[in-house]
C-alpha cells in the first residue's frame, strides 16, 4: 500500500499533502479497490433534484451510506423510491471530495425480495386511498358496448384470448392500444394508453370506446408492478370512460384494481364482463316474441268470448224494432188522412178564390176603381195654385226669401216683390206714400206701382 502523507517525524524532508491531494488519491484507492458493489439496505432521505439526479442514503443496523443516482439512472427505475423501503443498489463506491466522504454512485436499484414490494405496495395503497383515489362512484359498464378498447402487449396470449372470448359470446370492435406490461417503462406507456382513450372524440376519425380493459397475464409480484405504480393508478381513476382490471390470475392484486370501475379475475373474465352472449340475447329475444304472441292471441280469445256472452244476452231484433215499426205505421196512416183533409180545404179555398175572379165581377171593379181615379184626378187639377192664374190672379212671393206673401204686412216687410202671372213673373217694390221703400234692396225697374 503506498504511503499517503509524511510521518513528520523532526528531521524528514517528505513535504506535506494539501487536503484535496489527499482526498483525490483516496478517491483514487477507493475506486481501485472497490469498482463495484452490491449493498442491501433501507432507503432514508431520498431527494429527486431538480436536474432529475437522486441523493438517497442506504442504513441498516450497523451502518449508513450515503449515493447517488443521475438522472439516467433514475428514469430507468421500475418503481418509484421511497423512504424506509429495503432495495439491492448495484454501482460503484467513490468519494465526494468536497466533503471527504465516501459514496455509492447507484446504477441499478431494484427491491430487496418479496417483502419489500408488499411493504411498498401497501404504503402506496394507504396514501392514494388516503386522497380518495379509490372512493370515487364506480361507473356502470354498459350493456352492449360498441367499441372496445384494450391496453395489453400485442404480442402476448392475452389479447387472443380476449378476441376469441369476445367472438364466440358477442362479436365487437376492439381497438388494442399496444403497450409493455411489465419492465423499465411499463408503468409510464399504459398510463399513456389509459388517458389517450379518454381523449378520443366520438366524432372523430377512429370510434371512442365504451369500455377499456387493461389487461395482462399472471406472473410475479415483480412482473405485475407496473401496475401498481402511481401513474397508471391516476389515470385509470381519472378516466371517462369504464374501465375493467384484468391484470394477472385471481388471486393477484393490483393497485389497479382498486382504481378501476370492475376488477375481473382473468383476462378472459373480464372480455365475458365487457359483453352479453348473443345467443342468449336471441333466445331471450325469440321467448319475448313467443309470450308477446300468447297474450295478444290471450286477449283475442277473451273478447271474443264476451263477445259471445254478450250476443246471447242481447234482445232480438224484431223484439227491439216492434214498437217503432207500428208507430211509423200509424203516423203514416194519420199522414195520409192529414194529406187528403188538407187538399180538401184548399180545393175549397181555390173555389172560392176561383168564383171571385169572374169576369163580370171583375169589370164592375175596374169600372168603379176607374171613376175614383178620374175624380180624384179632377179634384187635383182644381186644387192645382196655378189653376186661379188662369182666371186673372196673381201668386205674390218676396223676391229674397222665394217664400209666398199672403198679406200686405209681409208684403212690407218683404219690400222687393214677385208676381207670378199666368204667361210669367213680375217683380215689384212696395213703397210708402212719398216714393220711400219699405224694406229690401233698391229693386230693379218696377213694372208696377
Known amino acids: 500500500m503506498p504511503r499517503l502523507v509524511a510521518e513528520g517525524r523532526e528531521g524528514d524532508n517528505d513535504p506535506p499533502l494539501s487536503i484535496g491531494e489527499l482526498s483525490h488519491r483516496l478517491k483514487r484507492m477507493v475506486e481501485g479497490e472497490f469498482g463495484h458493489v452490491r449493498l442491501r439496505g433501507e432507503i432514508s432521505g431520498y431527494k429527486r433534484a431538480a436536474s432529475g439526479h437522486v441523493y438517497l442514503a442506504l442504513k441498516d443496523a450497523d451502518a449508513v451510506i450515503d449515493g447517488v443516482m443521475w438522472r439516467g439512472a433514475a428514469d430507468r427505475l421500475p418503481f418509484r423510491p421511497q423512504d424506509g423501503i429495503e432495495v439491492v443498489a448495484t454501482g460503484k463506491l467513490t468519494i465526494y471530495p468536497g466533503r471527504s466522504k465516501y459514496q455509492i454512485v447507484i446504477d441499478r436499484m431494484e427491491l430487496a425480495g418479496e417483502g419489500a414490494l408488499m411493504a411498498l405496495f401497501e404504503r402506496l395503497k394507504a396514501q392514494l386511498k388516503a386522497e380518495g383515489l379509490f372512493d370515487g362512484e364506480k361507473k356502470e359498464l354498459p350493456f352492449a358496448p360498441r367499441v372496445i378498447g384494450v391496453v395489453t402487449s400485442p404480442t402476448g396470449a392475452v389479447i387472443r384470448d380476449i378476441l376469441h372470448r369476445l367472438a364466440d359470446r358477442f362479436p365487437t370492435r376492439v381497438l388494442v392500444w399496444p403497450v409493455k406490461v411489465q419492465g423499465d417503462g411499463a408503468a409510464a406507456e399504459v398510463a399513456a394508453a389509459v388517458r389517450g382513450f379518454d381523449a378520443m372524440r366520438a366524432d372523430g376519425p377512429v370510434p371512442r370506446p365504451d369500455l377499456v380493459i387493461v389487461a395482462r397475464g399472471g406472473g410475479s409480484i415483480e412482473d405485475l408492478w407496473a401496475f401498481n405504480e402511481e401513474p397508471v393508478v391516476r389515470a385509470v381513476a381519472a378516466c371517462h370512460i369504464p374501465i375493467i382490471s384484468a391484470v394477472g390470475h385471481e388471486t393477484d392484486t393490483t393497485l389497479c384494481d382498486f382504481a378501476a370501475d370492475v376488477r375481473a379475475p ?184
Open 266 to 449: 382473468t383476462p378472459t373474465a373480464a372480455a365475458e364482463m365487457a359483453v352479453p352472449v348473443r345467443a342468449d340475447l336471441s333466445h331471450h329475444i325469440a321467448t319475448l316474441a313467443l309470450r308477446t304472441e300468447r297474450c295478444a292471441r290471450r286477449y283475442h280469445e277473451r273478447g271474443a268470448e264476451r263477445l259471445q256472452a254478450l250476443v246471447r244476452v242481447l234482445p232480438r231484433r224484431d223484439a227491439l224494432l216492434g214498437p217503432q215499426r207500428q208507430m211509423a205505421d200509424d203516423l203514416a196512416a194519420r199522414l195520409d188522412r192529414g194529406l187528403e183533409r188538407r187538399v180538401t180545404v184548399a180545393r175549397g179555398v181555390l173555389d172560392r178564390a176561383g168564383g171571385a175572379l169572374r169576369p163580370a165581377v171583375l169589370e164592375q171593379r175596374l169600372a168603379r176603381a176607374r171613376d175614383r181615379l178620374e175624380g180624384l184626378n179632377r179634384l187635383l187639377t182644381a186644387a192645382h195654385p196655378e189653376r186661379p192664374l188662369e182666371r186673372g190672379y196673381a201668386w205674390v212671393e218676396g223676391r229674397a226669401s222665394g217664400k209666398v206673401v199672403g198679406t200686405a204686412a209681409d208684403a212690407r216687410t218683404a219690400g222687393a216683390l214677385t208676381l207670378h202671372f199666368r204667361d210669367g213673373p213680375v217683380d215689384a217694390r212696395v213703397e210708402r206714400s212719398g216714393g220711400k221703400p219699405y224694406a229690401g234692396d233698391k229693386p230693379e225697374q218696377p213694372d208696377l206701382f
